[in-house]
């Protein structure tokens, strides 16, 4: 069966510290992979998706980043994170195009 | 811009009783369409899909869609207090786009 594993749970950062949080999926191959935001009293903000190796689309515009290294490798990152960008992280994947996504236990990051 | 709305609630139903979830979209091509759980401090949970016009039954869940009306709807039987959580709705335009979530609405199931 499929899994998705996402770390660290929790993450507290000062501002302008970098930030690095990896999510990898377990039992399928060449998975569609996103990263959304959740803040507090927000909805699910898509942030990045992936359809394949190396092949990043961005939603918002934004001092975060992705990286897709592997096949099942999902890397989100900033250089500089800003107080903004606290909230509840998640990744999730999804199989054929019109499935539903299957979503990581989480990062919350505060940014302090 | 696409949007999918939800009312936010809280909704709070006595146990046992039907609670009514509704999330209206605003993209008339919107193809599939979901229902997440979300407890509180957890990621979401996907626990109905739904994609053509009609009903469709899960257990005590029950998905229903009009596309006609842009409007879909989860109803939950027997409700119990470990339903309480907030149930996201999200909308797929078509294939090659990503989910688009309504902020959700809150359940609260009072035993």
């Known amino acids: 069966s499929q899994t998705i594993h996402q770390w660290p749970a929790t993450l507290v950062q000062p501002v302008g510290s970098p930030l690095s949080l990896e999510c990898t999926v377990e039992?399928?191959?060449?998975?569609?992979l996103y990263w959304y935001r959740q803040a507090a009293g927000r909805g699910l903000q898509l942030l990045f998706y992936?359809?394949?190796?190396?092949?990043i689309s961005s939603e918002v515009p934004q001092n975060l980043s992705a990286s897709r290294p592997q096949d099942r490798q999902f890397i989100l990152s900033s250089k500089k994170l800003l107080l903004s960008d606290s909230g509840f992280y998640l990744c999730?994947?999804?199989?054929?195009?019109?499935?539903?996504?299957?979503f990581g236990s989480g990062t919350r990051l505060t940014v302090v | 811009q696409k949007e999918v709305e939800q009312n936010s609630g809280p909704l709070s139903v006595p146990e046992g009783a039907i609670a009514s979830l509704n999330c209206t979209y605003s993209d008339r091509g919107s193809q599939s369409f979901f229902w997440y759980r979300q407890y509180s401090g957890k990621s979401p949970e996907l626990i109905m899909s739904i994609y053509s016009n009609g009903d469709k039954e899960d257990g005590r869940f029950t998905a229903q869609l009009n596309k006609a009306s842009q409007y879909v709807s989860l109803l939950i039987r027997d409700s119990q207090p470990s339903d309480s959580a907030t149930y996201l709705c999200a909308v797929k335009i078509q294939a090659g786009t990503a989910l688009i979530f309504g902020k959700g609405t809150t359940l609260s199931v009072s035993s």
């Open positions: 992936s359809v394949g190796i190396g092949q």
């Open positions: 039992g399928t191959s060449n998975p569609n």
């Open positions: 999730a994947w999804s199989g054929a195009a019109n499935y539903g996504y299957t």
